[in-house]
């Protein structure tokens, strides 16, 4: 795959990737709400010991990668990035997509629950990259 599929992570997430994985870190901070005022990061207390298999981090993660989040990071407060571009780019590529299979601006903006203007925008956008390319 492409790497620019797969856009890099920042380094609060790419920790968390080297301990679970990426697919359970993203699983993870996709489950947490926002940290207060500061909407592009989520914040987790990674307790020194699970208490019990009821706890949060376990029924996001299981038993295995929770346990393995509690010996690397024991007694923390990890505030990772919410990775919301990621699903933005993934977004912004089908709109892209769709487009070239020959979707109006209004159906696009249908499928992807956005507004005409802003698919329009992000549209522009790609081809306006596409010239400096």
């Given amino acids: 795959m492409s790497t620019e599929l797969i856009p890099s992570l920042p380094e609060s997430v790419a920790e968390i990737v080297e301990v679970i994985g990426r697919d359970q870190a993203l699983h993870l901070i996709g489950s947490l709400p926002q940290s207060g005022s500061r909407a592009w990061r989520v914040c987790i207390y ?5 208490p019990s298999v009821d706890h949060p981090l376990v029924r996001v993660l299981g038993w295995k990668d ?9 007694g923390m407060i990890l505030q990772p990035s919410n990775c919301r571009f990621i699903v933005r780019s993934a977004r912004n590529r089908r709109i892209r997509e769709m487009a070239e299979e020959g979707y109006s601006v209004r159906e696009i903006a249908h499928g992807v629950d956005l507004s005409v203007d802003w698919v329009r925008e992000i549209l522009s956008k790609g081809k306006r990259g596409n010239r400096q390319g």
Wanted: charged content about 30%; cysteine-free.
């Fill in 66 to 74: 929770a346990s393995k989040l509690v010996r690397a990071f024991s």
């Fill in 46 to 50: 990674v307790p020194k010991r699970l």
